[in-house]
C-alpha cells in the first residue's frame, strides 16, 4: 500500500489503456484503482466488444460495457460510459439484470446522452460483413461497432438522447432506412421495440461532458478505463484491422470529454513476455505464423477443443470449463520446438480464449519494437502483466527488431502499415524461463534473469515499468 501511496500522490486523473492488440488485463487495474483510489471511473470508446474480466469477491467477472469499477458502486465510485462509446441497449441491460442477480448495485452509474447507439442492422451488417475472416472480413466481434461508428462518422448516427424524442428518432431512422435496403426494417416497430430499453435507462443518462467537467474542477479522482488497444486504434493500430474508434489515450480522452493533457499518470499495459491478438491482422511474433493465424480464425477450435486434441483433463462445473492451467502436457506443450505447438501451450496455460467471442487467441513473443511505439503515443508507464501464467516455461523471447526483406540492416522502429508488419521477420533475444512468480510480493524479489529482460525491455523502449501483475486477483501485483 505504501508503494500505492507514492504512485497515486497527488493524482486526479489516471488513465489506464491497453498498449498492445487488446486483452492485456485493463479490468484488473479499472478495479484495482477504482478499489483504492478513484472516485469515478469512466469509459470512452468502443463498446461490447470488450470482453474485461475483474475478479470480484473471488469469482470472476466479466463485463462488455460497463466500467469494470462498477463493482465498487456500493461504496460510491460513479461509473460512467462516455460519449465515445457505441452502446448496445440490450446488452447493457442484461449487464445491469446480471448486477441485479448478484445483488451488486449500480446507483452511480451515469450514460452519455451523446454516446451512439448500436441497432440491430448495425449488428446485421456487421456478422454479413466484418466477421468471418474466411468470407474476407478483419475478424470483427460482430457486435455491430464498425457499422454503429460509420453511421456516427456520416452524421446520421442515433444517439442515446435521441431515444427520449419520438419524433426526431422516427425522423432520423426513415432517413438512415435508404443506408440499409438489405435490412428493410420498419421504423414504427424498431422504436416500439427500443422504447422499454429507453424507459429502463432514463434517469441514468446525462450529459456526461458537463458532468467530466465537474468532477475535474472539484479534484474528484477519475480513472479512464480503455477498452481495445493501440494497436487496433482507427487511427494508430494496423489498419485495416483495427476496431472503429481510437482507443489510444488521446482518444479515451475525448471519449469521455477530457483533454489527454490533463491525465497526470497515463499507464499502458503490455502483456509480458508474450501477446496476444484475436480475429485478423499482422503479428509479427506470432508462433505458428500464417498457420496460426488460419487455425485460431476457423470455427470450432475453441478451448475445449484444444483441451480435448492435447489430451488435458477438463472438467465443466456450472458450464465453465475447468482446468489445470499448470498440467504437465500443457506445460509440455509450452516448451515445444515446434512453434504453433508452443503458442497452444502458452495459450492454454495463460487461458486466452475471447472473453467476448471464445475465440482462441493468437499468441506471441512479445513485441519491444510494438512497444516502443506505443511509448511514443500513450506514455512512458507501462504496466507488465501475465507472466506468472508461463511458470515451467524453460526459455522465453523479446523481440527487438525486425528483419525486412532485402535489408541488411535490422529495423528497430514500428509501422503501423499491415503488408510492413505482415512482411518482417522478428530478431528475438532470448532468456532462460523463471519459473513460479507467483508468491513475489516485492519488485527486487523477482528473478534476476527476469528482471534482466525488463530491464532490457525499458531500455530499448525508452519505457519505465512501474508494476508487475503476478496473478488475476487485485492484489496478485508488485508495485515497484
Ligand atoms: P478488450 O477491451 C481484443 C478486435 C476484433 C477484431 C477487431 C475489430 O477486451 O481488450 P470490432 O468488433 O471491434 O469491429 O472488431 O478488433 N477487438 C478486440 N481484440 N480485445 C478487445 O477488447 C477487442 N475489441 C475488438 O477481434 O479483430
Ligand atoms: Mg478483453
Request: include cysteine; charge should be positive.
Amino acid at each position: 500500500m505504501e508503494n500505492l501511496k507514492k504512485l497515486v500522490r497527488g493524482k486526479k486523473i489516471i488513465s489506464v489503456i491497453c498498449n498492445q492488440w487488446g486483452d492485456t488485463g485493463k479490468g484488473k487495474f479499472s478495479d484495482y484503482f477504482s478499489c483504492y483510489w478513484a472516485d469515478v471511473v469512466a469509459r470512452g470508446t468502443g463498446g461490447n466488444n470488450a470482453g474485461h474480466t475483474v475478479i470480484l469477491n473471488g469469482k470472476e467477472k466479466v463485463f462488455h460495457i460497463l466500467p469494470s469499477g462498477i463493482g465498487h458502486d456500493e461504496k460510491g465510485v460513479i461509473s460512467l460510459l462516455g460519449n465515445g462509446m457505441v452502446i448496445d441497449l440490450k446488452v447493457l441491460l442484461e449487464e445491469l439484470a446480471e448486477m441485479d442477480a448478484e445483488g451488486m448495485t449500480y446507483k452511480n452509474l451515469m450514460i452519455s446522452q451523446d454516446a451512439q447507439v448500436i441497432m440491430p442492422y448495425h449488428i446485421s451488417q456487421d456478422l454479413k460483413k466484418n466477421q468471418s475472416q474466411k468470407k474476407g472480413g478483419i475478424g470483427s466481434t460482430g457486435r455491430g461497432i464498425g457499422p454503429c461508428y460509420m453511421d456516427k462518422i456520416a452524421r446520421r448516427g442515433i444517439q442515446i438522447g435521441d431515444l427520449y424524442d419520438e419524433k426526431i428518432l422516427k425522423e432520423k431512422l426513415k432517413k438512415i432506412q435508404e443506408y440499409y435496403p438489405e435490412e428493410k426494417f420498419n421504423v414504427d416497430v424498431l422504436v416500439e421495440r427500443l422504447k422499454p430499453y429507453a424507459d429502463k435507462i432514463e434517469s441514468y443518462v446525462k450529459d456526461t461532458v458537463a458532468e467530466m467537467h465537474r468532477f475535474r474542477e472539484a479534484k474528484k479522482k477519475i480513472l479512464l478505463e480503455g477498452a481495445q488497444g493501440l494497436l487496433l486504434s482507427i487511427e494508430h493500430g494496423s489498419y485495416p484491422y483495427v476496431t472503429s474508434s481510437d482507443c489510444s489515450l488521446n482518444g479515451t480522452a475525448t471519449g469521455v470529454g477530457l483533454n489527454s493533457k490533463d491525465i497526470d499518470l497515463a499507464i499502458g499495459i503490455v502483456k509480458y513476455p508474450f501477446m496476444t491478438r484475436v480475429g485478423g491482422g499482422p503479428l509479427p511474433t506470432e508462433l505458428g505464423g500464417n498457420k496460426s493465424e488460419k487455425y485460431c480464425s476457423e470455427e470450432g477450435h475453441e478451448k475445449e477443443f484444444e483441451l480435448k486434441k492435447y489430451e488435458i483433463s477438463y472438467e465443466i462445473i456450472e458450464g465453465e470449463i475447468k482446468y489445470d492451467l499448470q498440467d504437465k502436457k500443457i506445460i509440455e506443450l509450452m516448451n515445444s520446438k515446434d512453434e504453433f505447438k508452443q503458442g497452444v501451450g502458452i495459450r492454454l496455460a495463460a487461458n486466452e480464449y475471447g472473453a467476448t467471442t471464445k475465440r482462441p487467441r493468437r499468441t506471441g513473443w512479445t513485441d519491444c519494437v510494438a512497444a516502443k511505439y506505443a511509448r511514443n503515443l500513450n506514455g512512458v508507464k507501462m504496466v507488465l502483466t501475465k507472466p506468472d501464467c508461463l511458470n515451467g516455461l524453460e526459455e522465453f523471447k523479446l523481440c527487438f527488431g525486425y528483419k525486412v526483406d532485402g535489408q541488411k540492416s535490422v529495423v528497430k522502429d514500428f509501422s503501423k502499415n499491415k503488408d510492413f508488419l505482415y512482411s518482417v521477420k522478428p530478431v528475438y533475444k532470448t532468456y532462460k524461463g523463471y519459473g513460479d512468480l507467483r508468491k513475489v510480493k516485492e519488485y527486487k524479489k523477482l528473478p534476476t534473469g527476469f528482471k534482466k529482460s525488463i530491464d532490457d525491455f525499458e531500455k530499448f523502449t525508452g519505457a519505465e515499468v512501474i508494476a508487475v501483475s503476478t496473478g488475476p486477483a487485485r492484489d496478485d501485483l508488485i508495485l515497484r
